[in-house]
C-alpha cells in the first residue's frame, strides 16, 4: 500500500520538472521572435532589455551562450 503511495507521488513532481524545464525553453527560444519585434519597432528596446535580462547578461558572461544566442537570433534578424 505504502509502495502504490510512493509511485503515485512521484508522477506530479516529474511532471512539475518537466513543466519548468519546458517554459524555461520556451523563454529563452523566444528571444529570437521577439528580437525580430524589436527590429521592426513593435516593441520598444526597453521592453526587449527587461524582459531578456537574464539572458543577454548570461551571454555577456559567457563567450559560448553569447555565440549561440547571437547565431540563434540572426536566424530572426539577420544582419543588415
Given amino acids: 500500500m ?3 503511495r510512493k509511485k503515485k507521488g512521484a508522477g506530479p513532481i516529474i511532471a512539475g520538472i518537466g513543466l519548468v524545464i519546458l517554459l ?3 523563454y529563452v527560444t523566444s528571444i ?3 528580437a525580430w519585434l524589436w527590429k521592426h ?3 520598444s ?3 526587449f532589455e527587461t ?3 537574464p539572458v543577454v547578461s548570461t551571454g555577456k558572461r559567457y563567450a559560448w551562450a553569447g ?3 547571437m547565431w540563434y537570433i540572426q536566424l530572426w534578424v ?3
Fill in 45 to 47: 528596446k526597453s521592453a
Fill in 2 to 4: 505504502e509502495d502504490e
Fill in 41 to 43: 519597432d513593435y516593441i
Fill in 32 to 34: 529570437g521572435p521577439t
Fill in 67 to 69: 555565440k549561440s544566442l
Fill in 51 to 53: 524582459v531578456y535580462y
Fill in 24 to 26: 524555461a525553453s520556451l
Fill in 78 to 80: 539577420p544582419k543588415d
